[in-house]
């Protein structure tokens, strides 16, 4: 740990609104759905996930 | 790279092998190829597992994919493999990843499968032309889809694709309002070890987020006259008022422990 010892001088101000310019900002990018067609075997049931929406 | 380039990893099968949640869960395949990779195999958890163990082990079905950052938590958290995620802003040129990738460090890479669907290597019958997570390394590529399983169905044979279908497959991925563009990729990364990172804040304002149940849920502006310290590497939060999510680390030490800033402050050490 490496504080510099000048800083102690925090103070809060308003609330800052998000802005699009940002370089830590970018979209939630998440793979997309697979549908699944006949001949491809059937999603087991699967106790630990009980998620049973049909994908398709 | 690896610490044992000649070792192939194991293909990882989202439909054949992925149970419930397989047809979501190509990215989450992929990461079980990068940590079979990145291993030499002793760690193969394969994509039912990572899904799991994800913040998000229930997809949500208004986007019940995974992102690379999920899966990288994952990575880390439970099987010790960093994986350094190249997107946004910080996306990575098609000419950095394949010299990456040819020097040994595997990659899970997004791309649009429409490209594929097109070719002999299309795994899922000309029906999904959508954003997939596939893995890279020197010696192969890995379509979570390729099993083989029905005629026309393309099957792993460990060679690696054609480096101009990949190229395109990964410019024309949808990133919401545009394409990321031909030439960039976004790619998550092996590497060798765990790197540290240290944040450094000059004199100045810098925001402070807070997160509750892996979000965020406000941030405010505080002054500095600058500090530096330990953080944690990246992670990447979603934030519903802004509608998009941050890159943010975690201070270590000193009299900023514990906060959430952004993480462009930090760099590895």
């Known amino acids: ?56 | 790279m690896s610490g044992c380039p000649s070792y192939v990893a194991d293909p990882s099968f989202q439909i054949t092998q992925g149970g419930v949640t397989g047809p979501y869960d190509c990215t989450a395949h992929s990461a079980s190829d990068a940590i079979d990779f990145a291993t030499c195999g002793a760690k193969d958890p394969g994509g039912r597992t990572i899904r799991l163990l994800s913040s998000e082990p229930v997809p949500d079905p208004a986007s019940p994919g995974l992102n690379l950052w999920q899966v990288a938590e994952v990575a880390l958290e439970h099987y010790g493999v960093y994986l350094e995620v190249r997107t946004g802003a910080r996306a990575v040129t098609w000419d950095e990843y394949e010299r990456r990738r040819k020097g040994g460090q595997g990659a899970i890479v997004q791309v649009s499968y429409a490209p594929i669907a097109a070719t002999k290597y299309d795994a899922f019958g000309s029906t999904f032309f959508g954003g997939h997570g596939m893995f890279e390394s020197v010696h192969a590529t890995y379509d979570p889809g390729a099993d083989g399983r029905r005629t026309g169905i393309w099957k792993f044979d460990g060679t690696v694709y054609p480096r101009e279908l990949m190229k395109r497959s990964a410019g024309l991925l949808d990133i919401g309002t545009r394409s990321v563009g031909y030439g960039l990729v976004w790619a998550a990364f092996t590497r060798d070890v765990i790197p540290d990172f240290k944040a450094s804040v000059p004199a100045g304002y810098y925001h402070r987020f807070y997160i509750s149940n892996g979000r965020i849920v406000d941030r405010d502006r505080l002054r500095t006259g600058s500090f530096s310290a330990e953080c944690s590497p990246p992670r990447l939060f979603w934030w519903s008022a802004a509608g998009k999510s941050y890159r943010l680390v975690q201070l270590r030490g000193g009299a900023h422990k514990d906060q959430w800033i952004a993480a462009s402050f930090a760099h590895e050490v």
């Open chain 1, 1 to 56: 740990m490496t504080d510099d010892p000048i800083d102690q001088d925090d103070e809060q101000a308003e609330p800052a609104p998000p802005t699009d310019d940002e370089p830590d900002a970018e979209p939630d990018v998440r793979n997309d759905p697979i549908p699944l067609q006949p001949g491809d075997p059937a999603p087991e049931d699967d106790p630990a996930a009980p998620f049973t929406e049909d994908p398709t």
